[in-house]
């Protein structure tokens, strides 16, 4: 079964240093999406791709995270510098259609610890 | 605005005892209602999706049903491996984004 694939699974790092995040969605799906949760809350958008395009950055925080999805497959999401604030879980989605069908398939997510 | 409530935040139930979980929301328009179950530390597993009023959809102990106000996750005679936090997501139109708004989840708890 195809799945979404996330690494690292764990990381830890200190505040002001850079952190990068990697996805890789479900073969042929052309919609990537990256989400943070904190726990004991629900995800959150922070970007939408479709191919290599951003369709939805807006709640982003521009001034230090960065996302790119240069050939339209794999995806980086990156934090420079990083803040106590940005612990969380870090999860990437794939959907196969842009507005057709619009399950979205959720890898097993990074989590950040900002010491 | 968009918003989904979830309710109860957490329910412990003994295995064979059957309960509901309710998702409340409100949307512009609705593209689809979704379940998801999340197990600690891992993503989101998707469940169902929801796409308009009266449409129900089932899976082994499961049942999902929608109205126009809210939806129910019904649990029939659940297990232990049931355990887990179940979230809502609704999905409206309007704009280029599909993203997906969350409540804070229902956190289930089967005890043997």
């Known amino acids: 079964e195809a799945e979404v694939a996330q690494s690292p699974r764990y990381k830890i790092t200190e505040k002001s240093q850079a952190v990068a995040f990697w996805c890789d969605p479900i073969?042929?799906?052309?919609?990537l999406y990256w989400y943070r949760q904190i726990l004991g809350q629900g995800p959150e958008l922070l970007v939408q791709?479709?191919?290599?395009?951003?369709?939805?950055d807006s709640q982003l925080p521009k001034d230090r995270f960065s996302a790119e999805r240069l050939k339209g497959v794999d995806s980086t999401l990156k934090i420079q510098p990083a803040e106590l604030g940005d612990s969380a879980m870090y999860l990437c989605?794939?959907?196969?259609?842009?507005?057709?069908?619009?399950?979205?398939?959720f890898g097993p997510g990074t989590r950040l610890t900002v010491t | 605005e968009d918003q989904v409530t979830q309710s109860p935040e957490a329910l412990r139930l003994q295995e064979g005892e059957s309960s509901s979980l309710n998702c409340s929301y409100t949307?512009?328009?609705?593209?689809?209602l979704f379940w998801y179950r999340q197990d600690p530390g891992k993503g989101p597993e998707f469940l169902f999706t929801?796409?308009?009023a009266g449409e129900e959809k089932e899976k082994e102990r499961l049942k999902a049903t929608l109205t126009k106000k809210e939806s129910f996750l019904h649990i029939t005679a659940p297990k232990p491996e049931d355990s887990a936090t179940y979230l809502c997501?609704?999905?409206?139109?309007?704009?280029?984004?599909?993203?997906?708004?969350f409540g804070t989840g229902t956190l289930l708890a089967v005890q043997p």
């Open positions: 989605a794939s959907s196969a259609r842009d507005r057709g069908s619009y399950e979205q398939y």
């Open positions: 949307v512009s328009g609705l593209r689809g």
């Open positions: 929801l796409y308009s």
């Open positions: 073969s042929g799906h052309a919609t």
């Open positions: 997501a609704v999905q409206g139109y309007g704009g280029a984004t599909n993203k997906l708004i």
């Open positions: 791709f479709q191919d290599e395009s951003v369709v939805d």
